[in-house]
């Protein structure tokens, strides 16, 4: 049976959801009965463990991978030792994914893996969209579409309200946040602006919290800081019980805990004032992010008729308390909306109205009816139409003779629909030049006429491909050079001189190849 698969792989949970006979998203549970699992990874005695296992053995293992989908923008560099093997952030976010992927088999063993839709935040660019791409892949699964978790969870709540709005959709999740504005006509999800911060989430909390609970030991136990870090039995309990507390927090005015130092248990309180204290700072810091995602869209706070509250950090009360302090008139907008599974649950929809997967046989032609495994468990639930934007500004590095110095020249900008392409004129540099060295970089710059050309510094460099040209080439002669983004965003930026034209997609760069990705799947699956 092929089902349509929907997998939100979260930084600090992930999610795995699928569509049953009527049509309705569902979320299949762990193999401890729990919707979400833990995106932790240990390998200890020679073995790997994923998930609630994994995270209640982490203080213990030889090695513990936690938040490996922060690494996902260093998939092509960031690698570590286990067992006396390489791996990078996509074969460890493989194994998550295929942890999933067991218990989901485990409980419909007729399951057929052939296609999924994996969910990023909307921020990642290229790079990281083509990593995630290939953990699925790695997984087990033939085919790996990507959307963004903001869409998913819109899509997921869309379904559910009728007519045309605007909508925010505030998603604070464990590692990562993410706003993005959208407008839904029924089916039609037109995203409108996106931003967000890939290293502020639940995490950041639970830090949060764990030097409270540090400084009120220190100050109980009549001990200095440096003793306690000393002490790392100490710190790791402290660390294992810091997340459980701060869900607490949610429901609770204050906390208590107790740790053993020594022969003695110190005992501390925390309350929610103090946490919500000491993490204004990262809460003012979504705030601002919404203030931006409602610029790009030209849009002001009036303009949203929902305030759709996803991933599992924002049932924290100060977050909706946050939201009122600083729009008031948003107040009877907010709704949480299944903050823990919106995001897979919508992922499945989306996989739904994907295309069928149509086996062929050697002949090219899809294969008899009666084995051709066309037959989806779940009806079609009528197409989607999505309209994303661009997550990131794009630019060439450039020349620039008056400053004497190296500039980007962006060429599209962040917050557009997609797809988009636009050109760039420049020029050959020297005489006699026999390449062109094309460097592409990506940004945060919204478009204006002041951001055309800005610092390399404030800029990440993502790509780039030379271009053989003739040894005749004369200084000033022109050179194009064209960025596309199509509607998967996938980056293609195209150089052309004379009749001379080449082009570069961004998104393979430094990944895994197909013979890469198959090993691994074989290591991995069998
Ligand atoms: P997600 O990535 O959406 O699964 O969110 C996971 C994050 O949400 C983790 O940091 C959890 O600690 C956090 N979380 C889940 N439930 C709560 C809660 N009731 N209060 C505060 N944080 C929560």
């Not at 690494?71 to 067992?83: L, P, Q, Y």
């Not at 942890?99 to 419909?108: N, S, T």
């Not at 064209?482 to 965003?489: P, V």
Request: net charge negative; hydrophobic share 35%; aromatic share 6%.
């Amino acid at each position: 049976m092929i089902y349509d698969i929907g997998i939100d792989l979260g930084t600090t949970y992930s999610c795995l959801s699928i569509m049953n006979a009527t049509g309705t998203p569902i979320v299949v549970k762990n193999n401890q009965e729990h919707d979400t699992t833990p995106s932790v990874i240990t390998y200890d005695n020679g073995e790997f463990c994923v998930g609630e296992t994994a995270k209640d053995q982490a203080p213990f293992a030889e090695i513990t991978v936690e938040a490996v989908k922060r690494n996902m923008s260093e998939a092509d560099t960031w690698r570590i030792n286990i067992g006396g093997v390489e791996y990078g952030p996509i074969e460890l976010s493989a194994r998550i994914v295929r942890k999933l992927v067991d218990d989901f088999i485990e409980k419909y063993p007729d399951a057929e893996l052939k296609s999924a839709t994996i969910t990023c935040p909307a921020y990642f660019g290229p790079k990281e969209r083509e990593a995630t791409r290939q953990a699925g892949l790695i997984a087990g699964f033939e085919e790996v579409n990507i959307i963004e978790e903001p869409t998913a969870a819109a899509i997921s709540y869309g379904l559910k309200s009728t007519g045309k709005k605007n909508i925010l959709v505030y998603d604070l999740g464990g590692g990562t946040f993410d706003v993005t504005i959208m407008s839904i006509d029924n089916n039609r999800f037109k995203v409108l602006s996106t931003d967000g911060d890939c290293n502020l989430g639940g995490k950041d909390w639970d830090a949060a919290l764990i030097q409270i609970i540090k400084d009120k030991i220190c100050e109980q136990a009549n001990i200095t800081m440096e003793e306690l870090e000393a002490d790392k039995d100490v710190i790791a309990d402290i660390k294992s019980k810091a997340e459980g507390q701060k869900i607490s927090l949610s429901t609770l005015k204050e906390v208590k805990g107790g740790i053993r130092i020594g022969t003695s248990t110190v005992r501390y309180t925390v309350t929610r004032e103090e946490f919500e204290a000491a993490t204004a700072g990262e809460l003012q810091a979504t705030m601002m992010k919404i203030d931006s995602a409602l610029e790009s869209a030209k849009l002001t706070i009036d303009d949203i008729d929902d305030f759709v509250m996803v991933g599992g950090s924002s049932r924290m009360p100060q977050v909706k308390a946050g939201l009122i302090a600083t729009y008031p008139s948003c107040e009877s907008k907010i709704l949480l909306h299944d903050p823990d599974l919106a995001i897979a649950t919508g992922a499945a929809i989306y996989q739904n109205t994907r295309d069928v997967v149509v086996e062929t046989g050697t002949d090219g032609q899809p294969v008899g009816e009666a084995d051709a495994k066309l037959s989806k468990f779940a009806p079609k639930i009528g197409d989607i139409e999505i309209e994303k934007v661009l997550s990131h500004t794009m630019g060439v590095k450039v020349w620039d003779e008056s400053q004497q110095k190296y500039l980007i020249s962006n060429i599209i900008f962040k917050n557009r629909t997609l797809p988009i392409a636009n050109k760039g004129e420049y020029y050959v540099h020297k005489d006699g030049q026999t390449a062109l060295g094309v460097v592409i970089f990506q940004s945060e710059f919204e478009e204006s006429d002041e951001n055309l050309e800005v610092a390399e510094e404030e800029c990440e460099e993502v790509g780039s491909f030379i271009v053989d040209i003739p040894s005749d080439s004369r200084a000033g002669e022109p050179v194009q050079v064209s960025i596309e983004a199509n509607d998967k965003a996938d980056i293609i930026c195209t150089c052309t001189f004379r009749d001379i034209t080449k082009s570069h997609t961004l998104s393979a760069k430094g990944l895994l190849n197909d013979d890469q990705i198959r090993n691994a799947r074989r290591y991995l699956v069998g």
